[in-house]
């Protein structure tokens, strides 16, 4: 079984000014942490040279700096556009709806940001208890568990899984937003059979290139820093840094757009069953999540 790319490449042309964006924003942070990494360094050679202590300090100092960045990027900003391109990626926006008409649409399902953390939350427990056979739910049928390493493979696969479940639920087009990330589970739990494999190969497949992204920055950091003189592990842990920078920007849309695009084919036409969605009000023990639905 292979993923079904050329599927997601069609599903990211729908939202490809948004994806294009999103993508700018991770180059324009990755080039941030560079510069601020470099700024660090060129002042510490100042101050008296490269030291133990400034040798650890500096790319600390960077890392810190970046994930602050990242953060306050996320909360005002990254997690709309993020819910945007799941709304175009469910298939219910026309093809003009335009970037400012996504935004507004999404709000429609999340409307702020504590709504968003609170819902993820809510979706990563539905989705652990279902991988774990929680009494609630119906375990996953046997032949798709054969053995422990699908079950951590499921695991590690639940955060994109449970963006491709929203996705599903834009595309119920509930003006209930419970009741439609309820729908979305159940049908996932009955009838996502495929799109958990999927899920396992798109895992492979994002793990792969990260790894690959790595390797092309960190062996060029290896000689640069070699040659200037700088210990080569602060190359590699900037390489790092860049390297999952550019999967996010990258590899992630590709990921969520073959896993939602796969969600919403194999549950197309398909009825969610009422007392499952019942049911998954006790996966949602949160009185906030439950307030905000």
């Keep these: 079984m292979i993923i079904n790319g050329r599927v997601a490449l069609a599903t990211i042309a729908r939202a490809l000014p948004l994806v294009l964006f999103r993508a700018g924003v991770?180059?324009?942070?990755?080039?941030m942490v560079i510069i601020f990494f470099g700024m660090l360094l060129f002042a510490s050679r100042i101050a008296g040279g490269?030291?133990?202590?400034?040798?650890?300090?500096?790319?600390?100092?960077?890392?810190?700096?970046g994930?602050?960045?990242?953060?306050?990027?996320?909360?005002?900003?990254?997690?709309?556009?993020?819910?945007?391109?799941?709304?175009?990626?469910?298939?219910?926006?026309?093809?003009p709806v335009g970037l400012t008409g996504a935004i507004e649409e999404s709000k429609r399902l999340i409307p702020d940001h504590s709504c968003w953390v609170l819902l993820n939350r809510g979706l990563r427990q539905a989705l652990f208890a279902f991988?774990?056979?929680?009494?609630?739910?119906?375990?996953?049928?046997?032949a798709d568990r054969p053995w422990v390493l699908t079950q951590i493979m499921d695991l590690l696969a639940m955060r994109p899984l449970s963006q491709a479940v929203l996705a599903l639920a834009y595309a119920r087009g509930s003006m209930d937003a419970g009741q439609a990330v309820r729908e979305a589970l159940a049908l996932y739990f009955r009838h996502g059979l495929e799109s958990r494999r999927q899920a396992r190969m798109w895992l492979l497949f994002s793990a792969a290139g990260q790894f690959?992204?790595?390797?092309?920055?960190?062996?060029?950091?290896?000689?640069?820093?070699?040659?200037?003189?700088?210990?080569v592990w602060i190359g590699v842990v900037l390489a790092?840094?860049?390297?999952?920078?550019?999967?996010?920007?990258?590899?992630?849309?590709l990921e969520l757009a073959g896993l939602s695009t796969a969600l919403l084919a194999e549950t197309r036409g398909r009825v969610p069953d009422l007392e499952s969605c019942e049911k998954l009000a006790a996966?949602?023990?949160?009185?906030?999540?439950?307030?905000?639905f």
């Design 67 to 95: 994930w602050i960045c990242g953060r306050v990027l996320q909360r005002f900003f990254l997690f709309r556009h993020r819910a945007a391109m799941l709304f175009l990626f469910s298939g219910r926006a026309p093809i």
């Design 50 to 65: 490269a030291g133990p202590v400034v040798i650890i300090v500096v790319p600390v100092l960077a890392i810190l700096g």
């Design 131 to 142: 991988i774990r056979g929680n009494r609630v739910l119906p375990a996953p049928p046997a």
């Design 212 to 231: 690959f992204q790595f390797l092309c920055l960190a062996v060029p950091n290896w000689i640069f820093f070699r040659g200037a003189g700088i210990p």
């Design 283 to 292: 996966l949602f023990p949160d009185a906030a999540l439950a307030n905000k």
């Design 26 to 31: 991770f180059v324009a942070g990755g080039f």
């Design 240 to 253: 790092a840094v860049i390297a999952r920078l550019l999967h996010r920007a990258f590899v992630v849309p």
